[in-house]
């Protein structure tokens, strides 16, 4: 069937090895940020949220570090695993409203 | 979290024609969106859809092309009128929850 992120960039990883995914944002007043993953044939999935007043959150097996004197977010997997295999989203909230703009995407190959 | 369905999971329509898709979530939610995700592309806001009033556009859609319902505070429609091959996307919609956006499992509209 057809795929999600055809033409996205892609990164492939080792099973096993530590993912870092990347995105850059738009709003320096941006406030509140979000990682999605979305596998083929499914809607995007919600991994895990920072506000701006934090620069790391932790969760399982995943971390979001924000940068926001660049303007960057960054997703880390550790011990990636083939089920991590998908495309994945940052999105910024829009702010004062409860709009979201989201990046362009990155998919996430796992070797086995 | 919500849990969102959507019908018809997938089409294939002719040019010319209008298909409406469904969007059902299992709890009362005030503000619904949906969004288109082209081919090999990141997700792109149509519309908000409140519940008692009409719907907000996104600069690039209109009522015309788009025009959205929402009956009560768990169900929405959206319809995809006189479709071109351009229109062939996925179609997406989310309810907004605590802080992050929930997604349906999409749309996958393929107009000939």
């Known amino acids: 069937g057809e795929s999600v992120g055809l033409h996205l960039p892609t990164l492939s990883v080792q099973e096993g090895d530590n993912s870092i995914i990347n995105c850059a944002y738009s709003?320096?007043?941006?406030?509140?940020f979000i990682w999605y993953k979305q596998e083929s044939g499914k809607g995007p999935q919600f991994i895990i949220d920072?506000?701006?007043?934090?620069d790391k959150r932790q969760g399982q097996r995943v971390t979001v570090l924000l940068n926001k004197t660049v303007k960057h977010l960054s997703l880390q997997i550790a011990a990636t695993q083939p089920g991590d295999s998908a495309v994945y989203f940052c999105?910024?909230?829009?702010?004062?409203?409860?709009?979201?703009?989201f990046g362009t995407g990155t998919r996430l190959k796992v070797l086995a | 979290s919500a849990v969102i369905s959507q019908k018809p999971s997938r089409d294939i329509c002719q040019r010319g024609t209008s298909l409406t898709i469904q969007c059902q979530v299992d709890?009362?939610?005030?503000?619904m969106f949906w969004y288109r995700q082209q081919p090999g592309q990141s997700l792109t806001l149509i519309a908000t859809?409140?519940?008692?009033?009409?719907?907000?556009?996104e600069s690039g859609f209109v009522i015309d092309k788009f025009p959205i319902s929402r009956p009560n505070l768990t169900f929405s429609t959206l319809t995809v009128s006189n479709m071109s091959p351009e229109d062939s996307s996925i179609y997406l919609c989310?309810?907004?929850?605590?802080?992050?956006?929930?997604f349906g499992p999409g749309t996958r509209l393929t107009v000939l």
């Open positions: 709890s009362q939610v005030t503000m």
């Open positions: 920072i506000r701006s007043n934090m």
């Open positions: 989310s309810v907004q929850g605590t802080g992050e956006q929930f």
């Open positions: 709003n320096s007043a941006s406030d509140y």
């Open positions: 999105a910024e909230k829009d702010p004062g409203t409860y709009k979201y703009i």
């Open positions: 859809a409140n519940q008692g009033s009409e719907a907000t556009y």
